[in-house]
């Protein structure tokens, strides 16, 4: 051995985690149909580190949403070929950050960090050990003992990734984990989000609107009215101008 560094392959060459072949995602029907995703094929691959930037209302959060197996498409098909199948039923294999308030009321902070790790089968004292060491990373072990209505909205930001990071998952999809943040707070964030998916060798999903944040991200992704254009995917900028022409 010559002492030198090990040189990891390209994200492309690692295994797909999740892939979305000609999905799509309606709400509603007949006249009042929204689509909110449209034809979109994409892979994320482990390792992959992407920020998914677009408009609001674009059907970011419903990729999202997608890649999770929270929603189910109108149209073509969602699969996990590196995850060994849908994560369904299997608390811990994707972890969501969602946008909006997503605590328990009922349980206090540590209590809503460690559900998910009792869900997966953990121990108690494991799942609370490790909820702990979650959350003390982010900033805010003192609050473990708060109830959700006792803590600020960037505080229940922070309680949310936390609960994500401490089941260690191989995909991490978080939907602006920054969006109730002052900068440095944010940057925290970020900064433990991209050190664990390292840590874990996890694909990382980041839904935002701060150039700030899209920036430390090593791809970007871009969503407008529903379809996705991927930088390089000739075919899929082609199809996507083709679309908008009148």
């Known amino acids: 051995m010559n002492g030198s560094a090990a040189v990891r392959p390209p994200a492309q060459c690692q295994p797909v985690l999740v892939e979305c072949l000609s999905v799509s995602r309606v709400f509603g029907s007949g006249p009042n149909a929204v689509p909110a995703v449209r034809d979109v094929t994409v892979a994320v691959h482990a390792g992959t580190r992407v920020a ?30 590196g995850l060994d199948g849908p994560p369904h039923g299997r608390p811990g294999v994707v972890g969501m950050v969602f946008q909006g308030p997503s605590l328990i009321p009922a349980l206090n902070v540590v209590e809503n960090v460690a559900l998910s790790l009792l869900l997966a ?5 494991e799942a609370l050990r490790r909820a702990l060491v979650a959350l003390d ?51 925290r964030v970020m900064s433990v989000l991209l050190e ?12 935002t609107h701060d150039p700030t944040v899209a920036g430390r991200l090593t791809e970007r992704w871009r969503m407008v009215d529903g379809r996705l254009t991927v930088p390089g995917d000739e075919r899929a900028q082609e199809s996507a101008a083709g679309r908008e022409r009148p």
């Not at 677009?54 to 699969?79: D, F, I, Q, Y």
């Not at 600020?152 to 920054?178: K, M, N, Y």
Request: a negative charge; charged letters at 25%.
């Open 52 to 81: 998914l930037t677009g408009p609001s209302g674009s059907g970011k959060s419903t990729l999202l949403h997608l890649m999770a197996g929270l929603e189910n498409p109108t149209g073509g098909t969602v699969r996990w070929p």
């Open 121 to 125: 089968g953990a121990a108690e004292d």
């Open 137 to 187: 990373r982010l900033g805010i072990g003192e609050l473990e003992r708060k109830l959700p209505e006792e803590i600020s909205g960037g505080q229940a930001q922070r309680v949310a990734v936390a609960r994500v990071l401490a089941c260690r998952p191989s995909l991490i999809l978080a939907d602006e984990p920054t969006g109730q943040l002052d900068h440095d707070i944010g940057d």
């Open 196 to 207: 664990a998916a390292k840590e874990l060798r996890a694909a990382l999903v980041v839904c």
